[in-house]
C-alpha cells in the first residue's frame, strides 16, 4: 500500500499553533500532549484517509472535504486530490467555526 503525502494550508498551521499558545498558558504538558495528538493524528491520514466522512458543506464545493476528528474536539478538514491529503483547518469543534467554510 502506497502511502499518501500531506500538506499542510497556511491557514491549518495557523490554527494549530493558535491552539498549542493558548494551551500553553495554562499547563505545559497538555500542551506538548495536544501538539503530538495533532500532528499523529494528521499523519495517520497517510495510509487510508478515506476512512473519515465527508463534511456536510453548505455550499457546493468542488472538493469533498472530510473531517477527522481529534482529542474529542478538534476536527482536521482536509481534502484528497491524487495521492495527496490536503490538511485545510484545525478547528476546536466547541466553537463556531461555519462562518470559515
Known sequence: MSEYKISWRPEALQDVSEHILFLLNVNTQAAIDLKKQLFDGVNSLKEFPERSPILEMPNNS??????????????????IQNKEVEIYRVLDSRKKFEYLI
Open 62 to 79: 468542488p472538493l469533498e472535504i472530510r473531517k477527522k476528528v481529534i482529542n474529542k474536539r478538534y476536527l482536521v478538514l482536509y481534502a
